[in-house]
């Protein structure tokens, strides 16, 4: 299987080499011969939204004439903005299609794991997954982060509470709240505030072992939010480090 990694450039921007090898390492395990494209930029959550389309729509474009010639059978990323880009916004609204199906890794191994049935170890640790924004409340794919780390033996998930999601019918990876890692970018000064305020209200109280997002924006907040609010009782993980520790 041919798989094209999107986003290995802002993975490596926010110097998460760590999770970037544990997301290649998962994937050869799944048998796949990785590819990706040198320089990608990566634009998918901010520029439609911020009306700078006609400045960005031949980004899109050089994308798409990019995966006509490497010829994935499928195009996969740890941030979900461009499956959202290009699974709803771009299609529906410039026409612009792909070939081949563009998922987040979670639905991904999800997929995989369905098909082959995986040699997993114990992981007998609390392990918080925080539902990244745009997978979660945006687009309603979160089942498949669960169904991964249900496969786990001994290994305990917890998630974010939403007090009401019962009373309105709702699931509460819907509401997760957000770890701040865009404030980088666009509100620096409150970025530092926000990321110590989500790890003190939301994972300190949940007391796990380790942290996680499906998103690795999300990731980067929670790891920096740790890093501000000085807690060493938590480990930030990506999903894709937990299954790479466990995967035989």
């Known amino acids: 299987m041919k798989v094209l990694l999107s986003g290995v450039v802002n993975l ?45 729509l031949p980004i899109f474009k050089k994308f798409k004439e990019k995966v006509e010639e490497i010829k994935p059978d ?10 959202a880009k290009w699974s709803r916004d771009l299609p529906n609204n410039y026409g612009l299609k ?4 563009y998922v987040h890794l979670s639905e991904f191994f999800a997929d995989y794991f369905s098909k082959n049935k995986p040699n997993l170890k114990p992981f007998p640790h609390t392990y918080f997954v925080q539902h ?23 290994l305990r998930v917890i998630e974010e509470d939403y007090p009401t999601a019962e009373l309105e019918g ?28 989500y790890v ?4 300190v109280p949940r007391k796990p072992e ?3 997002s499906t998103c690795a924006n999300g990731h980067f907040g929670i790891r920096q939010g740790l890093e501000i609010a000085e807690i060493d009782s938590i480990k930030p993980l990506y999903f894709t480090q937990l299954l790479d520790k466990v995967w035989e």
């Open 132 to 154: 990244g924004c745009t997978l979660g409340r945006k687009m309603g794919r979160y089942g498949a982060i669960r169904e991964v780390l249900n496969l786990i033996p001994e």
């Open 74 to 83: 499928v195009i996969v990323s740890a941030y979900a903005a461009g499956v």
């Open 98 to 101: 792909l070939s081949v199906p």
């Open 12 to 56: 490596k921007h926010t110097n998460q080499l760590d999770v970037l090898e544990s997301i290649e390492s998962t994937l050869k395990k799944a048998g796949a011969e990785i590819s990706h494209i040198n320089g990608e930029i990566m634009c998918g959550e901010a520029s439609i939204n911020l009306g700078i389309s006609d400045k960005i």
């Open 200 to 203: 003190l209200d939301i994972l």
């Open 170 to 197: 709702i699931d509460p990876a819907e509401f997760n709240s957000c770890p701040g890692a865009w404030l980088n970018f666009t509100q620096p000064d409150l970025g530092d505030y926000v990321k110590e305020n």
């Open 210 to 212: 380790y942290a996680g």
